[in-house]
């Protein structure tokens, strides 16, 4: 495994001197990793052994104000330590999301599952048990951060709601989605602190308005009238093609 660029680049105090400027640099001296995913809700990936076993690579946890490491976190290099995940051994992921206090990852079989990240209280990671999100297994992609939605195979578009995603007894398990709109044409899915993103299979990029972003932005004006279930079109990304 290999890193390249930085994470201790101080934008207000450094030039950006270009991603091309960097050189790889080697992480670790295990040569045995198979699969990697970003960790959505911190800076860092998730990592898999060819055995099956689950890493995830991170800055260090400092607890109790203290120099000393997190439980089980094993410094790679200066700034990154890697830390055991049991939780997501041996599975095939496509990808990771992030809702609130909890990750949602896709599976290869098609299934969403969902674990808590941290402890709403400490901010410590916690060992939550894996539970299924629904009983569907026709997903394609998922995606979250200020918002969760995922893509069925038959190109329909789907949302979740919670009424409050950092309270720790919302549960995306018991919570059915939301479809948004009626069109069969979606290709893929992204989330933003603001809202979703989704490209249509004509090269059109739309977006889905937040109605909750006034939770992450209480000091920013809001309009009194109720989001717009439609999105707006952004732009098409195959326009020039045409």
Excluded at 40 to 56: E, H, L, N, P
Excluded at 89 to 110: C, T
Aim: hydrophobic fraction near 35%; glycine fraction near 10%; aromatic fraction near 14%.
């Amino acid at each position: 495994m290999w890193r390249l660029g930085t994470n201790s680049f101080n934008e207000s105090k450094q030039h950006w001197p270009g991603f091309d400027s960097f050189i790889p640099r080697r992480l670790g001296k295990e040569s045995d990793w198979a699969n990697i995913l970003p960790l959505t809700r911190r800076s860092g990936v998730y990592a898999w052994k060819r055995d099956g076993r689950a890493w995830v690579l991170h800055a260090p946890d400092r607890f109790h104000g203290s120099e000393q490491f997190g439980p089980n976190q094993i410094e790679v290099e200066p700034g990154t330590v890697m830390e055991r995940i049991e939780r997501l051994d041996n599975a095939k992921w496509k990808s990771i999301a992030w809702y609130g206090w909890d990750e949602v990852g896709l599976r290869e079989d098609g299934t969403l599952w969902t674990w808590r990240y941290q402890n709403p209280a400490t901010g410590e990671s916690v060992p939550s048990k894996l539970v299924q999100v629904g009983k569907d297994r026709d997903w394609v992609a998922v995606a979250g951060f200020g918002c969760l939605a995922a893509l069925k195979a038959d190109g329909s578009l789907w949302r979740w709601y919670l009424p409050d995603i950092f309270e720790e007894k919302s549960s995306l398990a018991t919570k059915p989605p939301v479809r948004l709109g009626t069109h069969n044409d979606w290709t893929a899915v992204g989330s933003l602190m603001g809202g979703i993103v989704s490209l249509a299979a004509d090269g059109s990029l739309w977006y889905w308005w937040d109605r909750g972003r006034d939770y992450y932005y209480p000091d920013s004006t809001q309009p009194l009238l109720a989001a717009s279930r439609r999105p707006s079109k952004i732009e098409n990304i195959l326009a020039d093609q045409k």
